[in-house]
Nanobody
Framework: QVQLVESGGGLVQAGGSLRLSCAAS???????????MGWFRQAPGKEREFVAG????????NYADSVKGRFSISRDSAKNTMFLQMNSLKPEDTAVYYC??????????????????WGQGTQVTVSS
């Protein structure tokens, strides 16, 4: 099993910044079995959507169009931790943000069904 724990959410004004962290642990977690990690978000009444993804060994990244140029995903493989730096936040970024990990395959996928493990989520609220 893999455990993922997010932190760093909160309330921020539009134009502000937040940095989310996702700490991974568990008996089976390693960069030899978990190739991809990603951030998703879900706003009230909406489906969970892809935000950004990263390959743990090669550092490849991918972003949703809505966050390109504002958000940056990174990882510290030695600490099994992934980050999401969010700048120029907008009210429409308000959502619960989840981190997820993927063991099946080497590609960054945007569908939540491609990810096996999920964190509990952290709330991000952007006020106008």
């Amino acid at each position: 099993q893999v455990q993922l724990v997010e932190s760093g959410g909160g309330l921020v004004q539009a134009g502000g910044s937040l940095r989310l962290s996702c700490a991974a642990s568990g008996r089976t977690f390693s960069t030899y079995t978990t190739y991809i990690m990603g951030w998703f978000r879900q706003a009230p009444g909406k489906e969970r959507e892809f935000v950004a993804g990263i390959s743990l060994r090669g550092g490849r990244t991918n972003y949703a169009d809505s966050v390109k140029g504002r958000f940056s995903i990174s990882r510290d493989s030695a600490k099994n931790t992934m980050f999401l730096q969010m700048n120029s936040l907008k009210p429409e970024d308000t959502a619960v943000y989840y981190c997820a990990s993927r063991e099946r395959g080497y590609l960054i996928r945007a569908s939540p069904s491609e990810y096996e493990y999920w964190g509990q989520g952290t709330q991000v609220t952007v006020s106008s």
